[in-house]
């Protein structure tokens, strides 16, 4: 997969090279460039904002060196080849979710465009449309100075889920998120630590009594944590004993008489 980044701040995507993103590019499964906005501008100041149209607080960035930024990165593509997708992080955008990253992970090229201030002038993301997909993404409901950290998080999650970059691919199958649900929660050695015992259960070696009982921990967990993540579950996707486990967690399913 190819990446490019365009930022004021290069320097923020620093932990890009650590870890398994670091392992992930020097072993070419990544191919990821951050570029600086200001090698598109050609004023002494390298101007990249001025005052907003009909007036406000703040900024906002000017749409000069985005257009040349973006014909650089994503020249016209000829019809029989897939242009890249661009992703501007926003508190405005559709919400980042693992669905998401499934998505971004298949493809071939994607290009982040990090606005800062108050955003970018909304005629470079029309005119990018006009070529390229591009989704105005948010990492959730609450504002952050700029797009930077949130490609850093998505980044991390995309990764994740190339193939070759995690060595036990049947983790991305149990962990939280990939069936609608949290995952239980996990233990190691010692079996006994500060008096706080290891579920007997983990221990039984008996691999069926072993998932059902992380089946109803996640189920618990998610019902007390995420009820949002509950009412979105479909019931085709719950047994008899799933609603029970809900019903005991004070959750009680609407069609519960539907349950397998
Ligand atoms: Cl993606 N960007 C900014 N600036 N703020 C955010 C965000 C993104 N997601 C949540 N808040």
Known sequence: M????????PEYFAPLDL????????????????????????????????????GGPGMVMRPEPWGEA??????????????????VPTPTGVRFSQALAHELAAEPHLIFACGRYEG??????????TRMPVTEVSLGD??????????LVIMEAVTR???????????LDEESHAHGLLEAP?????????????????RSGDHGRIARWRRDESLRRTAARRPDMIAALSPDSLDKRDVAALGEAGFPVPSADMAK
């Open 2 to 9: 190819r990446v490019d980044i365009v930022s004021i701040f």
């Open 19 to 54: 870890s398994l993103i670091g392992k992930a590019r020097a072993g070419g499964l990544l191919n990821l460039t951050v570029h600086d906005l200001r090698t598109w501008t050609y004023d002494v100041h390298r101007t990249v904002d001025d005052t907003p149209y009909g």
């Open 70 to 87: 973006l014909d650089a990165l994503a020249p016209p593509t000829p019809g029989d080849r897939r242009p890249p997708r661009l992703l």
């Open 120 to 129: 970018i002038d909304q005629r470079v993301l029309d005119h990018a449309a």
């Open 142 to 151: 609450y504002v952050l100075f700029g797009g930077e950290v949130a490609v």
């Open 161 to 171: 889920l190339l193939p070759g970059v995690l060595g036990n691919a049947g983790s």
């Open 186 to 202: 996990v233990y190691t050695k010692p079996p006994v630590w500060r008096g706080h015992e290891v579920p007997a259960v983990l």
